[in-house]
Nanobody
């Protein structure tokens, strides 16, 4: 069983940067693929970024590619989402997710593939 707790959400102005963190407890963090998703008011949850268990496979939604960076620190059992050049449309609740995988398995965009989810952290970007 893996518990995930996000932090770092804030109210920022457009163009600014923000780092989200997702700390894990329980389970073997290093054996999990990780992802970030977001949900804006009135919209469905959408994929943002994912990183494989090995850390070598990264994937980004087209809307954030080039602006967001996902990374992981297995020693700290934490996955990060560095966001830059934030836009008003990035406003959402951001949640991290984890799934246990074999080492060779690539990252996934499918929310249904993830087993564990955090509660989310609010990011608000003022225009």
């Amino acid at each position: 069983q893996v518990q995930l707790v996000e932090s770092g959400g804030a109210l920022v102005q457009a163009g600014q940067s923000l780092r989200l963190s997702c700390a894990a407890s329980g389970g073997m963090f290093s054996r999990h693929g990780l992802g970030w998703f977001r949900q804006a008011p009135g919209k469905e949850r959408e994929f943002v970024a994912a990183i494989s268990r090995s850390g070598r496979d990264l994937d980004y939604a087209e809307s954030v590619s080039g602006r967001f960076t996902i990374s992981r620190d297995n020693d700290k059992k934490t996955v990060y989402l560095d966001m830059s050049s934030l836009k008003h449309e990035d406003t959402a609740v951001y949640s991290c997710a984890a799934r246990h995988t074999k080492l060779s398995v690539p990252s996934t965009r499918a929310a249904d593939d993830y087993t564990y989810w955090g509660q989310g952290t609010q990011v608000t970007v003022s225009s």
